[in-house]
């Protein structure tokens, strides 16, 4: 899976001056994210259906917030207890 978002020409000057983000853009802010997620399941077995998930993001934005960049390695196992 890969999904790219991308929002330009925000107007923070319009920000709900009551809100949490009151004061922290600007009125022409970007910013852009990119998530690319790898998933593998294990198909028989003794651990049928164990599954596993190698996910990379990555979020830039101009100066309203901070950049980052993750990755994540994510196991699932179902368990059936009844």
Known sequence: MIRYVTGFD???TKADP????????????KHWERDIEVKY?????PAKDL??????ASHRASSFDTD???VRV???????IF
């Not at 009551?18 to 802010?29: C, K, L, T």
């Not at 399941?41 to 077995?45: E, H």
């Open 74 to 80: 994510i196991t699932e196992y179902p368990l059936n």
């Open 41 to 45: 399941v294990v198909q028989s077995g």
């Open 18 to 29: 009551n809100g949490a983000y009151n004061g922290m853009y600007g009125p022409d802010e």
């Open 68 to 70: 980052l960049d993750e």
């Open 51 to 56: 599954t596993f998930r190698i996910r990379q």
């Open 10 to 12: 925000i107007d923070g």
